[in-house]
T-cell receptor, first 115, second 113 residues
Framework: EAGVVQSPRYKIIEKKQPVAFWCNPI?????LYWYLQNLGQGPELLIR????????DSQLPKDRFSAERLKGVDSTLKIQPAELGDSAVYLC?????????????FGPGTRLTVL | GENVEQHPSTLSVQEGDSAVIKCTYS??????FPWYKQELGKRPQLIID?????GEKKDQRIAVTLNKTAKHFSLHITETQPEDSAVYFC????????????FGTGTRLQVTL
């Protein structure tokens, strides 16, 4: 079974430019998460989807960040415009069903560098 | 919201020794506590988890203990090997949003020969 796929793996952009990250979860997983991981820190949740519905986006900086999961499968996270402080690894994860004990499977992440 | 603190931030042990990583959480209603291992440049992977209805769980060389009264849980690795070298993250799930994990800041474990 293929794992969570993310692309690109690395992205370097100049500040004020837009950037987008793509995630394909494990087949059959209806819950999808986007996390931000700063260097030396644990992942921090940005947004959680159940199917195509964003059920928790309280930590998403909505002035510059947006996300979508139109058909309840793939998801895209966008930043526009990017700032220097956005440099980090953006992790996507998925889990089969919502509930307290379901393992979250992480993708390899996209490392963003904003110059 | 939930707050998870993790100690130590770095840990160096000799091969064969034991390693212990400790976490505390703030929300007494949290009921699920997974541990993730992240090797350099790779994705976090679940290594063990514990639910609030048990106090200890073991899987070969890895064990986790939970003290709900004190709101802390610990990861124990015995007979450490060089391949155990990685960053370990603890996490806790919040009440009512059980799929939302709050992670600790990580412990970088180095196992030396």
């Amino acid at each position: 079974e293929a794992g969570v796929v993310q692309s690109p793996r690395y992205k370097i952009i100049e500040k004020k430019q837009p950037v987008a990250f793509w995630c394909n979860p494990i087949s059959g997983h209806n819950t999808l998460y986007w996390y931000l991981q700063n260097l030396g820190q644990g992942p921090e949740l940005l947004i959680r989807y159940e199917n195509e519905e964003a059920v928790d986006d309280s930590q998403l900086p909505k002035d510059r960040f947006s996300a979508e999961r139109l058909k309840g499968v793939d998801s895209t996270l966008k930043i526009q415009p990017a700032e220097l402080g956005d440099s980090a690894v953006y992790l996507c994860a998925s889990s089969p069903i919502t509930g307290p004990y379901n393992e979250q499977f992480f993708g390899p992440g996209t490392r963003l560098t904003v110059l | 919201g939930e707050n998870v603190e993790q100690h130590p931030s770095t840990l160096s042990v000799q091969e064969g020794d034991s390693a212990v990583i400790k976490c505390t959480y703030s929300d007494s209603a949290s009921n699920y506590f997974p541990w993730y291992k992240q090797e350099l440049g790779k994705r976090p992977q679940l290594i063990i988890d514990i639910r609030s209805n048990v106090g200890e769980k073991k899987d070969q060389r890895i064990a986790v203990t939970l003290n709900k009264t004190a709101k802390h849980f610990s990861l124990h690795i015995t007979e450490t090997q060089p391949e155990d070298s990685a960053v370990y993250f603890c996490a806790a799930s919040e009440t009512g949003t059980a799929s939302k994990l709050t992670f600790g800041t990580g412990t970088r474990l180095q196992v030396t020969l």
